[in-house]
């Protein structure tokens, strides 16, 4: 039997969960468990968690690991997929320049491929979810972080190092708030989860009335996109107006995609896209109001339809291009 | 005799001049002739200029239509490739959905082609020019305006109306300046000529000392770019700081592209260009600080080898491209 047409192990590699599945070709999951990250461990105690968890995963649906074809991680990081490196993941301290590709088949003497957690789920949307059949998208994870994934003319697109699609990091505003990876103004500082909290903060801090602040207890430190959510869900004005904003830069970010690359759609997921249409429908009316009218005209921004599992399918389906054989 | 294998007319229609040009396979200009756009006597009259150029420029070199392969136009504006239309051409007014292909191909009864001036560079660039070999690359031309055209994975990226690569239009700060385009804070707006002759006339007004003055005899309206470099070379430490912080912003949107489509080289042309190193150095230094180190360690940011001539030269490969034959 050839390595394209056995199951592979598809993994996702977060800053909190390792989650491990074993994928078919049809992309239907036959096995999954997950672990704590605990990755201020170190690369080394995480890499070996990792290596009895993929033991795991395949003894639970009955494989022996000669019967997989590969093992494809999707890492929420800088990937070199030249060197199969993880160069630098912000949820993973101490991860610089991790041989992650080499690591695991030197273990299972297996091929073993690595991508980024966007790139991965760009893909997995395309072969399974909301992009089946759409040749130029866009996929963009609105979380505590931003990343994405471009499929482009029909195929996924890696760049030059593996390094494309850092959506998140696009500066929209130059010298604007400061962002995690030490520039100001990306996107991500501006319409991410954390940003979105950070903006909720700012107002309750000037004194406005909030339900907020009833949520978290009055404790501000505290307060989460998701505590903004449930706010909004309510008619919060502080929340809605928060939630604007943060649909604003959205759009804007949106904007410049859209005038970049033309996309027939721009599929949104992460925790964030799970507020829908109270921030999808400003962002969009923002994107159109930024971009040029006949790119504008043409995308559609939808949500995810694998999420959360778009990055492991994605991974999946990265194994059997891999691999061979098709897709 | 196929048409792949016979020259091709290629033509540049800007908003000043019109060039037409006869080229071979190999890229050689067998003749070449201009007539100016007088773009305000509307599209008709330019198209039946167009025809007249045409027909002159084929003569010139003394073949008749029938000997010619096909006819491509680089057009600076938003195309939309699938139906042949020129949408809108913020240089060539009241050209609103002017279905150029389908014109020429009625009057030449040879097949025509459209695209994107910037998109026509980076693919003139890629066959001919300082991007031969290089299969990820961003074609930039700084000039009057900022446009663009990518190379990706070896291909074209046309995206899905033929509208990708709308470079000058990525918004990098949000309400930022007014942008010709109606939007604010657009990357031609902070980056390009335009801005430059702007902030360039805002020191003068604020009574800055500047050999730019002089130059321009104190009609501060009438600073333009050129000005500006001219008086950069002569070290007018206004000069300096004007190109300075244009090519700090060059250097954001850069950063931005290599971020988001992590090439391997990106060509700058146009006008602005032509200060070289000037402005070119200050904004790879500011690419650099506002990039991932991997990707900005990648990527090569040069001049452009065939300008002025990157359009032409790349409308003429377009052609042979969709008249097949390889390449």
């Known amino acids: 039997m050839k390595n394209a047409d056995k199951p592979v192990v598809a993994i996702d590699i977060g800053g909190t969960k390792i989650i491990a599945t074993v994928v078919n070709r049809k992309g239907e999951m036959l096995s999954r468990v997950y672990c704590l990250t605990l990755s201020e461990q170190g690369p080394e105690k995480v890499i070996s968690r990792l290596i009895s968890l993929i033991r795991l995963v ?16 999707a890492v929420a990081g800088l990937i070199d997929i030249n060197r199969g490196l993880v160069t630098v993941a912000p949820n993973l301290p101490h991860w610089e320049d991790v041989c992650l590709g080499d690591v695991l088949h030197d273990e299972f003497k297996i091929p073993s491929f690595l991508l980024n957690d966007g790139s991965a789920a760009a893909l997995g949307e395309h072969c399974f979810g909301a992009g089946i059949g759409i040749d130029n998208l866009i996929y963009m994870t609105v979380s505590t972080g931003i990343g ?13 190092d593996g390094s494309a699609a850092e959506v998140g990091h696009m500066i929209v505003m130059a ?16 319409a991410s989860g954390t940003a979105i ?24 430190d505290s307060v989460t996109a998701e505590h903004v ?14 939630i604007r904003e943060a649909a604003y830069y959205l759009g804007i970010g949106l904007s410049n995609l859209v005038n970049l690359l033309n996309p027939q759609m721009i ?5 964030v896209s799970a507020m829908g249409e109270m921030i999808l429908r400003p962002a969009r009316k923002s994107m159109k109001e930024h971009a040029f009218r006949l790119p504008a005209y ?14 492991i399918l994605g991974a999946a389906a990265y194994a059997y291009l891999k691999l061979g054989g098709g897709r």
Chains 1, 2 share one sequence.
């Open 58 to 73: 395949v003894n639970r649906c009955g494989y022996e690991m000669k019967e997989i074809g590969g093992i494809s991680l």
């Open 148 to 160: 994405g994934g471009f499929i482009l003319d029909g195929k996924l697109f890696n760049g030059t």
């Open 175 to 190: 010298d604007g708030p400061a962002c995690p990876c030490g520039q100001k103004g990306c996107l991500e500082a501006l």
């Open 197 to 220: 909290a950070r903006m909720a903060r700012e107002h309750l801090m000037e004194g406005q009335e909030s339900s907020i602040a009833d949520i978290v207890g009055d404790d501000l």
């Open 229 to 242: 959510a449930q706010a909004g869900k309510k008619r919060d004005a502080v929340a809605l107006a928060v």
């Open 267 to 271: 599929i949104i997921g992460g925790g």
């Open 298 to 311: 043409t995308v559609r921004v939808v949500r995810s339809k694998l999420s959360p599992d778009s990055g």
